[in-house]
Antibody
Framework: QVQLQESGPGLVKPSGTLSLTCAVS?????????WSWIRQTPGKGLEWIGE???????NYNPSLTGRVTISVDKSKNQFSLRLNSVTAADTAIYYC????????????WGQGALVTVSS | EIVLTQSPGTLSLSPGERATLSCRAS???????LAWYQQKPGQAPRLLIY???SRATGIPDRFSGSGSGTDFTLTISSLEPEDFVVYYC??????????FGQGTKLEIK
């Protein structure tokens, strides 16, 4: 059974950098799945942030391009999110997720990590 | 950007009844790559349906998906008490690659 676990600071200062890591267990990050970050807020609902393949190939939401970087660490079986220049609008529950092989739908989600942007 | 509009926003039904939830896309969804998720309070979403009509592993057969192009439907044939939560549709294809609908809340009448 694949499990995903987010970790990282729950509080980030405005203009700072949000950093989260997703540890993958019960499966290999080097499988043929894509791995994704998705966030959720009461106001904007669910928003796709980006995705990465174990080769390092990544795709991002154009609304966040320039601020977001997703990376993969195969040796640790994990992938990470960095979001720069955060504002209060980036306050959200951040989920890491696995996409089904060959189908763009999420079959496994992390439990979610609440990140608050505040001074 | 493809905008997904879910209707109704809230659906009031009783256990045992049939639920029909709609998801309409502003443009045609390529390859019918439309998924449905269920989200219970305090939990991550759970995949119900992918590619418009394929049921995910472990999902009861009372859940079914249909549709193509711009109009998609999630049907719950006979509502169980645990089904009264929020449902989201999600599409894949255009930039941004993935977008979600705003959700339909299923409440007990």
């Amino acid at each position: 059974q694949v499990q995903l676990q987010e970790s990282g600071p729950g509080l980030v200062k405005p203009s700072g950098t949000l950093s989260l890591t997703c540890a993958v267990s019960g499966g290999s990050i080097s499988s043929r799945n894509w791995w994704s970050w998705i966030r959720q807020t009461p106001g904007k609902g669910l928003e796709w942030i980006g995705e990465i393949y174990h080769s390092g190939s990544a795709n991002y939401n154009p609304s966040l391009t320039g601020r977001v970087t997703i990376s993969v660490d195969k040796s640790k079986n994990q992938f990470s999110l960095r979001l720069n220049s955060v504002t209060a609008a980036d306050t959200a529950i951040y989920y890491c997720a696995r996409l089904i092989i060959g189908s763009p739908a999420v079959d496994y989600w992390g439990q979610g990590a609440l990140v608050t942007v505040s001074s | 950007e493809i905008v997904l509009t879910q209707s109704p926003g809230t659906l009031s039904l009783s256990p045992g009844e049939r639920a029909t939830l709609s998801c309409r896309a502003s443009q045609s969804v390529s390859g019918n790559n439309l998924a449905w998720y269920q989200q219970k309070p305090g939990q991550a979403p759970r995949l119900l349906i992918y590619r418009a009509s394929s049921r995910a592993t472990g999902i009861p057969d009372r859940f079914s998906g249909s549709g193509s192009g711009t109009d998609f439907t999630l049907t719950i044939s006979s509502l169980e008490p645990e089904d009264f939560v929020v449902y989201y549709c999600q599409q894949y294809g255009n930039s941004p690659l993935y977008t979600f609908g705003q959700g339909t809340k299923l409440e007990i009448k």
